[in-house]
């Protein structure tokens, strides 16, 4: 059973995903799936309990708090990266160069190779107060 006071409105605290602007459609949402599976993974907390339909079948627990999701270009990612970093927040990034990988350690890999601030981003996820949220994803606007 999870924390109902964590995962019961008002929360407190924010997950949000930022997706470069310029991907297609079909990237825009392969991004945001891997990048919402890092805060969940990272933050067992913040993942409610089991459903299950009218009749007994079982289905996966779910984020327990809504995801918003936003659209920024390379340079506003580039700057929420680093604001997330400086305030400790959980991130999870996406970089162009994991789109030619073929599994998680050759993405891992392709992470590891470049600097913090040189990262190609094509996508991030944060998690925190909603205020330090706000702050770290100045300059992006909500996805239509």
Do not use: C
């Not at 991004?31 to 599976?37: D, G, I, N, R, Y």
């Not at 327990?64 to 997330?84: Q, S």
């Not at 991130?91 to 050759?106: E, I, K, P």
């Amino acid at each position: 059973m999870t924390d109902p006071d964590l995962l019961t409105p008002p929360f407190d605290t924010k997950i949000a995903v930022a997706v470069r602007d310029d991907l297609a459609t079909w990237q825009r949402l392969n991004v945001t799936a891997f990048l919402t599976s890092g805060i969940a993974a990272a933050l067992p907390e913040l993942v409610g309990d089991a459903y299950a339909d009218a009749d007994g079948q079982a289905y996966l627990p779910l984020l327990g708090m809504p995801v918003l999701v936003f659209e920024a270009p390379a340079p506003v990612l580039a700057a929420a990266r680093e604001r997330a970093v400086r305030r400790g927040l959980p991130l999870a990034v996406y970089t162009t160069d994991m789109f030619g990988t073929g599994h998680d350690a050759a993405n891992r890999a392709a992470v590891r190779t470049v600097a913090g601030p040189d990262l190609d981003l094509v996508g991030l996820a944060v998690h925190g107060p909603k205020n330090g949220v706000d702050k770290v994803l100045k300059g992006a606007r909500l996805h239509p």
